[in-house]
């Protein structure tokens, strides 16, 4: 019970009781694991381009948009 806990969030939303691997900050189920991980130049994430940093800010930027009307149509 000394060791240090992996710091990950459950599907519950409770931290992760396991504790984490040595020298890492999570637990083996969570990524502390050798070899856990995406490959070095995985392009799997660019697939479809929905979370590309240029998609994600744009979907930002229209969100953004988007409460700024409802704040207006609000002071109608």
């Given amino acids: 019970m000394q060791a240090a806990r992996c710091g990950a969030k459950t599907r519950a939303g409770t931290p992760c009781q396991a504790p984490a691997t040595q020298g890492k900050a999570r637990c083996r189920m ?33 969100n953004e948009l988007m409460r700024k009307s409802r704040d207006v149509i609000a002071k109608i």
């Fill in 30 to 62: 969570h990524g502390g694991a050798k070899g856990s991980g995406a490959p070095k130049g995985n392009k799997n994430a660019l697939k479809n381009g929905l979370h590309t940093a240029k998609a994600i800010a744009w979907r930002k930027e229209i």
